[in-house]
């Protein structure tokens, strides 16, 4: 294996977040924590189009624009989804997901 | 062994470590700090790929934003020094099969298809570059309009959810 | 002629209806009656003028039958689709006379009858409902739309027989009407597709055209050695009888009058019922040259119900019961008329003379039984008698009528009943003889009515002396109208413009001939005069001396009972009865088991929605690594 980086090493450490930020979103009971997992998804993902964007198709841009643009909804979904988490939290007195299961069945 | 390689390796090594951490640390605010060194971690990735802009915003909004925002709400609602539950042994180890099981099948995958990439991929766009493309009509200003209007529509809808209701008369 | 006073014929009362069933009491309060009286009366004028314009139009010598307008309105392709259209012929421009005419004067005397009503409006809408399905009758220009209309008359009898939905006899009568109609109608049903696959058509005048032809006489089907035609002739027949009260589907008509006293005269004496006449009529040239047996079928079936039903008109005490039975066996005459063969189709003539007649004198003699019945409020006849000086109009009117009825010259029913019996006689002797029969016990009892009503006994005031009106204008308007009717109708010249072939048929009166029917007629009444004129204990003798016979023709000769074994015995317990436990125990077993299988099924799985959405993630993590590892090492490692 090549040790000098290049766009598989990217790739991999992508991945690896992607994965590390799947475990937090399955283990983590509490809304804050799974809303990190969650940006952490979102850069890995983020760290793919950039690579792509470098190390395959230097001459074009559209990889650096799907990030800018993951990058804002990514902001808007993290103000939103705060928003939800603090009326949860004023309504529950809890951000646990499973105190919050009145639609269960 | 260069360098920026060493340096490469260093930024990818905090960003997963501070990753894992963040993901598994049972207090809350320390999870939050490892998401930021993640975060910047990864905007430190960007820079050493040469692209400046994409980095300036991962700061700025991620780090400058969304960690504060973060940060914030868990000062609304968690209690201090207290202490997230323990994962129970069970949901983290089917958690963790099913990472390793996907990390191991995106690997396999990656592994047959190559990625070798270009080796010497050549200079960087320039921000003039993303400017100019960003507000063409041709290029990307519609899906930039879009966006816009999304983040006012998030914003009127964050206020209005967070809103306290007045009670009913 | 104009097709759109055509259309708007039936259209008014239809919007009647539809204004009153759905504006209601609300909008309209007392005033609906007026509104369907004033459409209905549009409507009376322009069939006047269309029949007018239609005899009129004598530019030939005979009648055409015209095609006013055909819409296609069901299109399955392949040469099968469904009209609508309106067909004109002398018969149907005699029944859109017949039926505005009555149904006007129905009108006309139900806004005092039913006066203070609870559900005023709704009857008239329903009277709308059903004059608009009886004009759509008539017009129809093929076999499916008189289906639709003959259906809808139906449901608009059942409405209007149950209208006082309280009394547990309507609604078993109406119950019942419509179920004995229904059966028959399934014959019906199987006729017209019998015929129109043996046409390929359902319109009319192809119809006729198709199934005349020499072409198809010698390539017809035929099932157990009767032709295909005859065996559709004869379902349709079935139909016919099931709606005219033909005997052995005659009962339901006598349970029928629950209904309001109009509805039984609009309905049920002068409209309705003739529809199996009206359509057998309507196919007559099929039945003209179809087997001897379908003829000779209707002739019977006809003549047996015109004696039957006298017979039990004769003993029946119910005032509505007895015209009821007596409608039966009128319709008897008119159908055993049509389906006597003859070489100048006299029998068809005479058939829809009688049918015309018989509808103005059967509605006068309901409406003035309406009044009667309001006067006394009982339709027994032992709480009448002596009311002659009480009401003199009705009494007038109800003598018309009855001596119309017994065919008494040189009133309507004399002329229609004389060329149907010089028609029996020329053809079929034994018919004759059964008619002549009918024609005096139908002056026998008939006037054992008129005499019990207004005669016998002296009247006993029930209401204490108050002097009661006879009745409102609205009610003795119209009656007095048919009245006149009653007399003149029988010197129309019939036959000048209704006829088989659409040739002015001249009748001649043979009045040697006429001595043997009125002079039994006459025998009638003054047997019913020496009877009933004075109270006296001759009836019960005469009936003792009848013993058995008078006592079963009291009981409408057990029909009714003979039909509730059969359905009892038959349908309900070798049908019903299996057919109920098939349901019970197998069917419902199947149902329940599909139910409680998923409702378990659900049961054990429900636990896995747990409403956590992570688990769900987990699975679906899970499932996408199953899904995409087997895809990757079934598909070769590429």
């Known amino acids: 294996m090549n040790v000098e980086p290049g766009l598989f090493h990217f790739l991999v450490i992508g991945a690896v977040l992607f994965f590390i930020g799947i475990y937090g979103f399955l283990t983590r009971r509490n809304l804050i924590t799974m809303l990190m997992s969650v940006e952490l998804i979102l850069n890995s993902v983020n760290i793919n189009f950039i690579a792509f964007n470098k190390y395959l198709w230097p001459g074009t841009l559209d990889g650096a624009f799907f990030t800018v643009f993951i990058i804002a909804i990514a902001a808007a979904e993290a103000a939103v989804a705060i928003a939800i988490i603090i009326n949860l939290f004023r309504s529950h007195q809890s951000i646990n997901v499973e105190v919050a299961e009145e639609m269960k069945y | 062994m260069s360098g920026s390689t060493v340096v490469f390796y260093l930024l990818g090594l905090m960003s997963i470590v501070s990753a894992v951490l963040s993901v598994t640390s049972r207090q809350i605010f320390r999870s939050a700090i490892y998401l930021l060194f993640t975060l910047i971690g990864i905007a430190g990735l960007y820079f050493w790929m040469d692209y400046q802009f994409i980095a300036a915003v991962q700061i700025v909004v991620y780090v400058g934003g ?92 964050c206020i209005v959810i967070a809103m306290r209701k007045k009670p009913q008369v | 002629m104009n097709t759109t006073n055509i259309i708007l014929i039936p259209l008014l009362p239809l919007l009647s209806f539809i204004l009153l069933g759905l504006g209601g009491k609300r909008l309209f309060g007392d005033k609906a009656g007026w509104i369907a009286t004033v459409a209905m009366l549009i409507s009376f004028i322009l069939a006047c003028g269309v029949a007018m314009n239609y005899f009129g139009d004598h530019s030939d010598d005979a009648y055409v039958s015209k095609i006013v307008f055909n819409f296609p309105w069901l299109h399955f392709g392949n040469g099968l689709q469904i009209n609508m259209g309106a067909l004109i012929d002398p018969i149907t421009s005699l029944m859109l006379f017949v039926v505005t005419f009555i149904s006007l004067m129905v009108h006309i005397f139900s806004l005092a009858y039913m006066k203070g009503e609870d559900r005023f409006h709704i009857y008239y809408a ?61 014959g019906f049903l199987i006729g017209i597709l019998v015929l129109s696959a043996q046409a390929h058509t359902l319109d009319f005048q192809q119809l006729m055209i198709n199934l005349t032809s020499t072409e198809y006489a010698s390539a017809a089907g035929a099932f157990m050695g009767i032709s295909a035609l005859s065996w559709g002739l004869a379902l349709v027949f079935m139909g016919a009888a099931g709606k005219s009260a033909m005997f052995p589907l005659h009962i339901w008509l006598p349970d029928a009058m629950e209904g309001p006293t109009p509805v039984s005269a609009l309905i049920h004496a002068a409209t309705m019922v003739v529809a199996g006449v009206f359509l057998v009529a309507r196919l007559y040239p099929l039945y003209s040259i179809a087997d001897v047996g379908v003829q000779s079928l209707i002739s019977s079936v006809g003549a047996f119900t015109a004696v039957f039903a006298a017979v039990i008109a004769c003993t029946q005490t119910d005032i509505k019961r007895v015209l009821a039975y007596s409608t039966v066996s009128q319709i008897g005459f008119m159908m055993f008329s049509l389906g006597i063969m003859s070489e100048d189709h006299l029998g068809f003539t005479a058939s829809m003379f009688h049918l015309f007649t018989h509808a103005i004198f059967k509605a006068l003699l309901f409406l003035a039984a309406g009044v009667i019945i309001h006067y006394v409020h009982s339709n027994e006849m032992q709480d009448m008698g002596g009311l002659s000086k009480k009401m003199p109009v009705t ?118 001939f006429s001595l043997a029917p009125v002079g039994i007629a006459l025998l009638g009444i003054l047997l019913a005069a020496w009877m009933y004129f004075k109270e006296s204990t001759k009836p019960e003798k005469t009936a003792a001396g009848f013993g058995v016979f008078y006592k079963a023709a009291k009981h409408k000769f057990y029909i009714d009972e003979i039909w509730l074994g059969f359905t009892k015995g038959v349908l309900f317990n070798l049908i019903g009865r299996p057919a109920a436990w098939f349901d019970k125990n197998v069917i419902d077993t199947l149902v329940k088991g599909t139910g409680s299988a998923t409702q378990g099924a659900a049961e054990g799985i429900k636990g896995m929605q747990s409403g956590k959405v992570q688990q769900y993630g987990l699975y679906f993590l899970f499932g996408i690594i199953i899904i995409v590892s087997v895809f990757l090492f079934t598909q070769g490692g590429r």
């Open chain 2, 66 to 157: 969304i960690a504060v925002l973060i940060i914030f709400s868990i000062f609304l609602t968690q209690q201090s020094g207290e202490q997230l539950p323990e994962v129970p042994v069970s949901r983290a180890v089917a958690g963790a099969l099913a990472v390793m099981a996907g990390l191991a099948l995106v690997l396999v995958l990656m592994d047959r298809n190559g990625f070798t990439g270009l080796s010497d991929p050549g200079p960087a766009p320039s921000i003039s570059a993303i400017g100019e493309k960003m507000l063409d009509i041709n290029g990307y200003a519609l899906p930039f309009e879009v966006v816009s209007i999304l983040l006012l529509a998030a914003m009127i809808g």
């Open chain 3, 126 to 186: 329903f009277l709308g409902l059903f004059t608009f399905s009886m004009l759509g009758l008539v017009i129809s220009s093929n076999l499916f739309q008189i289906y639709i209309f003959w259906e809808l008359v139906g449901v608009s009898s059942f409405l209007l027989i149950g209208f006082y939905y309280q009394k547990t006899t309507a609604l078993a009568a109406a119950k019942k009407a419509f179920i004995v109609t229904r059966f028959a109608d399934l």
């Open chain 3, 395 to 512: 009494h007038l009117v109800f003598l018309l009528a009855c001596l119309a009825i017994a065919g008494i010259p040189p009133f309507a029913g004399f002329f229609s009943k004389e060329e149907i019996l010089l028609n029996a006689w020329n053809n079929n002797r034994s018919i004759f003889f059964m008619a002549l029969l009918t024609s005096g016990l139908t002056a026998f009892y008939m006037f054992r009515l008129y005499f019990s009503i207004f005669w016998n006994k002296p009247h006993h005031d029930h209401d204490h002396g108050h002097s009661k009106k006879e009745g409102s204008w609205f009610e003795l308007v119209p009656l007095m109208i048919l009245g006149v009717g009653t007399v003149l109708a029988g010197f129309v010249p019939f036959g000048e413009y209704v006829s088989a072939d659409g040739k002015p048929h001249h009748v001649n009166m043979d009045l040697q």
